[in-house]
C-alpha cells in the first residue's frame, strides 16, 4: 500500500485476476443477476452513489490485493476473500473503514466514498503502523455479542412465543396462504439464530390515514453480535404510489388507490437494486406477501384485513434508501433514512454528504455495506422481520416510555 500512484475503485482489478472477458462476464453475473444484464454485458459496476457506471479497468501490480488484505487483517471484510477486484464488498469494506475513521476514531475530515484516495491512504498506512490494531466491530461475534445484541435477539424469541400463543388475524391469514412466497407463513418456522442477519422493522400508526407518510419507523440491524438503528418507514406513501401509461403519445401518471402494505411476520431477502438505479434487499424469490388499502383511506384497516391478503406474492416490495429522510420515497417498500443512525455504541451518529449532487446516503450506507460485509461467506440471504410497535410490547420491555419515538428523536430527525 505504501507505493500506490492511483486512486482505487469500483471496477479496478490487478493485473493477471480477470483474464478474458468470458471470465469478467462470469463474475459480474455473481453480483447483478437478472436486474443488471446490460452492465454485466458492458462489463461494468453500478457505482450508485455517484450515478455512474465503472469500466473493469486493470491496474499493473497488486494493489487491489494489498487493499483486501488489509481490510480483511483489520476487521472490515471478515468474508475474507482476496482475489484482486474492487467489487461491491470490497467498496463497502473501504466504506465502512472510512465511516470507522469519521466517527469511531473522531476524524471529522474523512471523506467516505468507498474511493481509496490520498486521505483514505494516510489512514490506511497509520493503522499498517499498529501491527495490532484492529476495528472494535470485529472483537464482538455470536457468541460474544453486545448487550444490545442480546436483548434484541431475546426479545424475539418472545415475540416469537407471545405469537404462537396468541396469533394475531394477519398471521393466521399468512399461515393460509399456499402459493410460493418469501414470507414464513408459519410463525414456528420464524428463525431467529445469531449466525443469521436479522433486519427489524417496527411499524407504529399504520392504522392512521396519511397521504404523504412520515418517516416515523424504527429499523433495528442485528449482525455478528452487533446492534445498529435506523429510522425510515415500513408504511407506503400515497403520493408515491401511481401507474404510468401512454395517453396521447405521452407518458402520463395515474393515481393508483390500492398501495401495498407488507404484512407483519417474518420475510427472507437478498441483495439487489432498486429499479436497476440503486442497491436495495429484495424479496429472495418468488415475493412477499402485502395487504392492499382497498377502502382509498390510506392507511392499513380492519376493512382491509377483512377483504385478505393480495392472492399473489410480491416481489417489488423492496427494502431501500429514502433520501435523507425529509419525505417517504415509498409506494409499498420498506425505506431508510440516510440522515442518521444510532451505532453499536448507542452513539447518535450524523451522515455527511458526498457522492452525486452531494446525496446524504451514508446511514443506509452503513446498514448495506455492513450486511454486504458481515454476512458469512456464501450467504445470500437475510431475515426481515416486521412488527407492530403495540404487538412487541417494546416499553415495558426497555423500560423506556415511547420506546420508538424516544429512540428515533435521538437520531435527531428533521421529519417534514
Not at 485476476?17 to 454485466?40: A, F, P, S, V
Not at 422481520?385 to 428523536?409: C, H, K, M, P
Request: proline share 2%.
Amino acid at each position: 500500500m505504501n507505493n500506490i500512484m492511483v486512486d482505487l475503485k469500483l471496477g479496478n482489478f490487478d493485473s493477471g485476476r480477470i483474464i478474458t472477458n468470458e471470465d469478467r462476464k462470469k463474475y459480474l453475473r455473481m453480483y447483478h443477476g437478472d436486474r443488471l444484464k446490460e452492465l454485466t454485458q458492458k462489463m461494468q459496476f453500478r457505482d450508485d452513489d455517484f450515478g455512474v457506471t465503472r469500466d473493469l479497468v486493470k491496474l499493473e501490480g497488486s494493489d487491489v490485493a494489498e487493499l483486501q488484505r488489509f481490510l480483511y487483517e483489520k476487521g472490515f471484510m471478515p468474508r475474507g476473500v482476496i482475489d484482486g477486484v474492487f467489487d461491491y464488498v470490497t467498496q463497502a469494506a473501504v466504506r465502512l473503514f472510512q465511516e470507522y475513521v469519521r466517527t469511531i476514531e473522531k476524524f471529522s475530515d474523512m471523506k467516505v466514498d468507498g474511493m481509496v484516495g490520498r486521505g483514505t491512504i494516510d489512514h490506511i498506512k497509520r493503522w499498517q503502523q499498529d501491527i495490532e490494531k484492529k476495528c472494535d466491530w470485529a472483537k464482538w461475534s455470536k457468541n460474544k455479542p453486545t448487550a444490545e445484541f442480546t436483548a434484541w435477539m431475546a426479545l424475539l424469541g418472545k415475540a416469537k412465543k407471545d405469537y404462537m400463543a396468541n396469533p394475531h388475524p394477519i398471521l393466521k391469514q399468512v399461515e393460509q396462504f399456499n402459493k410460493p412466497t418469501d414470507t414464513i407463513t408459519k410463525v414456528s418456522d420464524w428463525r431467529f439464530d445469531h449466525d443469521d442477519v436479522h433486519l427489524i422493522g417496527i411499524r407504529v400508526d399504520q392504522d392512521h390515514s396519511s397521504k404523504d407518510r412520515e418517516n416515523d419507523d424504527l429499523f433495528v440491524l442485528l449482525i455478528k453480535g452487533l446492534a445498529f438503528k435506523f429510522w425510515g418507514s415500513t408504511d407506503p406513501s400515497q403520493k408515491q404510489a401511481y401507474n404510468k401509461i401512454k395517453q396521447e403519445g405521452r407518458t402520463i401518471r395515474v393515481r393508483k388507490p390500492d398501495e401495498a402494505f407488507l404484512v407483519e411476520g417474518q420475510h427472507k431477502y437478498k441483495y439487489g437494486w432498486h429499479h436497476g438505479t440503486y442497491r436495495a434487499l429484495k424479496p429472495y424469490g418468488p415475493g412477499v406477501l402485502v395487504y392492499r388499502d382497498r377502502n382509498d383511506d390510506n392507511a392499513l384497516t380492519e376493512t382491509d384485513l377483512e377483504v385478505g391478503l393480495d392472492q399473489s406474492a410480491n416481489n417489488s416490495i423492496n427494502i431501500h434508501w429514502s433520501g435523507i429522510g425529509l419525505s417517504n420515497w415509498s409506494a409499498g417498500c420498506q425505506v431508510i433514512a440516510g440522515q442518521s443512525y444510532i451505532n453499536h455504541n448507542n452513539d447518535s451518529i450524523q451522515c455527511i454528504k458526498h457522492g452525486e449532487n452531494n446525496k446524504r446516503k451514508g446511514a443506509y450506507n452503513v446498514l448495506a455495506d455492513l450486511i454486504v460485509c458481515y454476512s458469512k461467506k456464501d450467504v445470500d440471504y437475510i431475515y426481515y422481520t416486521l412488527g407492530r410497535d403495540g404487538s412487541l410490547d417494546l416499553n415495558s420491555f426497555f423500560g423506556i416510555e415511547n420506546y420508538v419515538a424516544t429512540t428515533i428523536q435521538k437520531m435527531e430527525p428533521k421529519i417534514v
